[in-house]
């Protein structure tokens, strides 16, 4: 289990066993763009954009993909 999933587990302090709707829930007013958690299919077009020609000239950036998750200086 990653850090960011144990972080958001333990904030759902009210259910011992919270769900993934439970938790969720707790996290949805902090997500501007209402995404609870980025999946593979969320990354993915960032990782095959910078492994093709389209990036031969991307040097030394960096790309947040947080679906906004950081906007609110959330951890």
Do not use: C, H
Request: glycine fraction near 6%.
């Amino acid at each position: 289990m990653g850090a960011r999933w144990s972080a958001l587990i333990g904030e759902v302090t009210a259910n011992e066993n919270p769900t993934e709707k439970d938790a969720y829930d707790t996290r949805a007013p902090y997500v501007p763009l209402k995404v609870a958690w980025l999946k593979p299919e969320d990354l993915a077009p960032v990782a095959v954009f910078l492994s093709s020609d389209l990036a031969a000239m991307v040097t030394g950036a960096t790309y947040d993909l947080t679906g906004g998750d950081n906007a609110n200086n959330q951890n």
